[in-house]
């Protein structure tokens, strides 16, 4: 401030200096709250027993934001983990490549049962990101019935939910047991890609306009939407993870961390040890985001 008062340049290191004073604090809460957050929702989040469970199935450890991809076999897992991890890497390191990463680990994808029980990476300055690949419910080694409590998944900061071109009547009985679990979940349509690619070759050959992208995932959805009628208002993400424009992956990423946001809030008192009150506080903040899944 050594400028007059009223000269420009004075204005100007003023506000530069109060700016970034304030983006030092919201900053240093924000990053706080990150690392010294503890999960509140209600029901199971902080059960010790599940967290337990959560740590021998997955290494998995609380303080770190921790994500479970699930659903059938061959949905389009393991490319939707190794897209939302290269998305969720170019939002928060810039140029920086993923693959260079000492954390980085690539979920295998093909045809058949793949599991890939850790795969996380850190960001700087962040508690870890980890993403768990969940083994595809509906089998004999992972029956529905038992599917929530055997992988441990109300330990999970957030469920992603994913629905390959068909949605089967497997899927709806899943999304109805995450429901009764209120556990906090997104809908993910993969494989948009496909649909695009199909729409545009019908109206072709048919002499037809040919429906945008928007157009065919605003259908998608509306179908989506009546299977799930009397389930769920939740409206799935439609993404695709080979294409360079994967439609809605960016939206998803948003959703997800906002989530995961809403369960991580700073208490005092008995709340931060885990008392009651941070259930009834979690089970506040985990209604807020039960609308979500929208786009």
Same mark, same amino acid.
């Given at each position: %401030?050594?400028?007059? /008062?009223?000269?420009? @340049?004075?204005?100007?290191?003023?506000?530069?200096?109060?700016?970034?004073?304030?983006?030092?604090?919201?900053?240093?809460?924000?990053?706080?709250?990150?690392?010294?957050?503890?999960?509140?929702?209600? /029901?199971?989040?902080?059960?010790?027993?599940?967290?337990? !469970?959560?740590?021998?199935?997955?290494?998995?450890?609380?303080?770190?934001?921790?994500? $479970?991809?699930?659903?059938?076999?061959?949905?389009?897992?393991?490319?939707?983990?190794?897209? +939302? %991890?290269?998305?969720?890497?170019?939002?928060? +390191?810039?140029?920086?490549?993923?693959?260079?990463? /000492? @954390?980085? %680990?690539?979920? !295998?994808?093909?045809?058949?049962?793949?599991?890939?029980?850790?795969?996380?990476?850190?960001?700087?300055?962040?508690? !870890?990101?980890?993403?768990?690949?969940?083994?595809?419910?509906?089998?004999?080694?992972?029956?529905?019935?038992?599917?929530?409590?055997?992988?441990?998944?109300?330990?999970? #900061?957030?469920?992603?939910?994913?629905?390959?071109?068909?949605?089967?009547?497997?899927?709806?009985?899943?999304?109805?047991?995450?429901?009764? =679990?209120?556990?906090?979940?997104? +809908?993910?349509?993969?494989?948009?890609?496909?649909?695009?690619?199909? =729409?545009?070759?019908?109206?072709?050959?048919?002499?037809?306009? $040919? /429906?945008?992208?928007?157009?065919?995932?605003?259908?998608? !959805?509306?179908?989506?939407?009546?299977?799930?009628?009397?389930?769920?208002?939740?409206?799935?993400?439609?993404?695709?993870?080979?294409?360079?424009?994967?439609?809605?992956?960016?939206?998803?990423?948003?959703?997800?961390?906002?989530?995961? @946001?809403?369960?991580?809030?700073?208490?005092?008192?008995?709340?931060?040890?885990?008392?009651?009150?941070? #259930?009834?506080?979690?089970?506040?903040?985990?209604?807020?985001?039960?609308?979500?899944?929208?786009?």
């Amino acid at each position: %401030r050594g400028e007059a /008062p009223n000269s420009g @340049m004075g204005n100007v290191i003023n506000t530069v200096i109060e700016v970034a004073g304030f983006i030092v604090v919201v900053g240093g809460v924000i990053i706080r709250a990150l690392k010294q957050g503890k999960k509140t929702r209600a /029901p199971g989040m902080l059960d010790p027993e599940r967290q337990a !469970k959560a740590r021998r199935l997955f290494n998995a450890n609380p303080d770190d934001f921790n994500f $479970v991809v699930c659903g059938l076999n061959s949905a389009g897992k393991s490319c939707l983990l190794n897209a +939302l %991890r290269h998305a969720i890497a170019t939002m928060f +390191l810039g140029d920086t490549n993923i693959r260079s990463h /000492p @954390m980085y %680990r690539h979920a !295998k994808s093909g045809i058949g049962e793949t599991t890939l029980k850790l795969a996380g990476y850190g960001l700087p300055g962040l508690p !870890k990101v980890v993403f768990v690949d969940a083994p595809g419910y509906g089998t004999t080694r992972s029956p529905q019935a038992s599917y929530i409590e055997d992988y441990a998944l109300h330990t999970f #900061d957030c469920c992603i939910i994913v629905i390959g071109p068909t949605i089967l009547e497997t899927d709806l009985d899943m999304i109805r047991l995450f429901e009764e =679990a209120k556990l906090q979940y997104v +809908l993910v349509r993969t494989k948009v890609d496909n649909d695009v690619d199909n =729409a545009e070759r019908d109206a072709e050959g048919e002499g037809v306009e $040919v /429906p945008d992208a928007a157009t065919t995932i605003k259908f998608i !959805k509306e179908e989506i939407r009546g299977h799930l009628s009397g389930i769920t208002d939740k409206v799935p993400f439609c993404v695709s993870s080979v294409r360079a424009k994967p439609y809605e992956m960016e939206a998803l990423v948003k959703e997800v961390g906002r989530i995961a @946001m809403i369960n991580r809030v700073v208490l005092d008192g008995a709340a931060a040890d885990g008392g009651d009150d941070a #259930d009834t506080d979690g089970g506040a903040a985990g209604g807020a985001a039960g609308g979500a899944g929208g786009a």
